[in-house]
């Protein structure tokens, strides 16, 4: 599954927005708020282990933060969209635990897993590791397992990439390898999920594999599924982003080396409702360009996502709005679709997708025309 990575939303900004040159002092650092665009003029900064010189200019999307901090006084040129906002801090947003944390990986390698409540910073963290680690040279691989907010797949998925070059989000990774899971919450499909994960960890091949996580962190049942998926994951170190004890069950239960770091208190906070939008942005994202196509009923194996066999289907069945995977013979998966429906013994979606699955699996989620989430499948 191969995609480019996506417009992060430069027509977005204005242009005539531009504030003056902002001066930062050495050690300082300016949180940029998207949407916005930001570029170095002069001096040294870094932005999450990546020099800002070498990126030349920085778009931030919306609902994005940006931490950019002074090695030297630097000059920048800072361009806000509509509702971007920026403000200077003293000294550096990274926490000193997670550039220790740095240090460890890029010396022990293997396979790090990253455990965090929602919100608590865990893709910051991975991008920042990641820049990290390609700094010193070394192949680095991020497998994404927070099927609910999804960074490099569409939701609903489990994804994998190796980095070719800095990023400053996870979204601008484009997703080599992904599994549909076909359902948002863990809780629901935690089997599937551990498989799509098992699958895609074998076929990493980096020097250091970092896997981001979901949130579901609390309570009993959160516990024993943490400690399920950690052994999935069979990492070298677990990574755990807290703000008080809320990890303290698993990470006390779990047998793997583990270090507990602080959650970055520039951290931006989204809301319930503010994450059901940036789903919504991921479905639009890969279903863009998406045109209606029809695949005849024996030519494909038609599924739910959580049994592996064929589903039997009445022509009068009605189907649409169902968020499906096409998945090739080897259930890897080709894109998403929008069921649109059922005739004539085929079943209609909509998808960018230029060729043929073999498989058709049908999610939980139901989509509306405009790809927002509606409502779930029983």
């Known amino acids: 599954m191969n995609w480019s990575p996506p417009d992060l939303g430069l027509a977005s900004v204005r242009q005539d927005e531009q504030l003056p040159s902002y001066t930062l002092q050495t050690g300082s650092s300016l949180l ?3 949407p916005a665009s930001v570029s170095l003029v002069s001096g040294e900064a870094i932005v999450l282990g990546t020099p800002l010189e070498n990126l030349g200019m920085v778009t931030v ?3 994005r933060r940006l931490p950019i901090e002074a090695r030297t006084q630097a000059t920048l040129d800072v361009r806000l969209g509509p509702g971007g906002n920026s403000r200077e801090v003293e000294g550096s947003t990274i926490p000193v635990s997670w550039a220790e944390a740095s240090s460890i990986i890029r ?10 409540d929602v919100n608590s910073g865990k893709s910051t963290l991975t991008t920042f590791l990641a820049n990290e680690c390609f700094n010193d040279g070394l192949s680095v691989g991020v497998l994404d ?20 070059r800095h990023i400053l989000s996870l979204q601008e990774l484009s997703p080599e390898n992904a599994r549909f899971v076909g359902d948002i919450s863990p809780s629901n499909v935690s089997q599937k999920l551990f498989s799509c994960i098992e699958r895609l960890k074998g076929a990493a091949g980096t020097d250091v594999l970092i896997v981001n996580t979901d949130g579901w962190v609390q309570g009993d049942d959160a516990v024993r599924y943490k400690l399920d998926l950690l052994t999935t994951i069979s990492p070298g170190v677990v990574l755990g982003i807290s703000s008080g004890l809320e990890l303290d069950p698993i990470l006390e239960l779990q047998k793997t080396p ?9 951290a931006r906070t989204r809301s319930r409702e503010e994450r059901k939008k940036a789903r919504e942005q991921g479905y639009r994202r890969f279903l863009q360009d998406a045109r209606r196509q029809e695949f ?3 030519d494909v194996e038609v599924r739910r996502h959580d049994a592996y066999k064929q589903l039997k289907i009445r022509d009068e069945e009605s189907l649409r709005g169902v968020l499906g995977g096409l998945l090739r013979e080897d ?14 013994g085929a079943i209609a979606v909509k998808s960018p ?3 043929s699955p073999r498989i058709i699996e049908l999610g939980a989620i139901i989509l509306s025309p405009k790809y927002e989430e509606v409502g779930f499948e029983a």
Do not use: F
Not at 107 to 116: D, F, K, P, S, Y
Not at 146 to 164: E, F, R, Y
């Open 61 to 63: 999307r919306e609902e």
């Open 258 to 266: 583990s270090l507990k770091l602080k959650r970055s208190a520039y």
């Open 32 to 34: 940029v708020d998207g």
């Open 353 to 355: 997708l230029q060729s």
């Open 107 to 116: 010396q022990t390698l293997g396979t790090v897993a990253i455990l965090g």
């Open 145 to 164: 397992a927070d099927i609910g907010q999804a960074d490099i797949g569409p939701p609903t998925t489990v994804s994998s990439s190796k980095l070719s």
């Open 296 to 298: 005849r009923l024996g």
């Open 331 to 344: 259930e890897l998966l080709m894109s998403i679709c929008r069921i649109e429906g059922l005739r004539n």
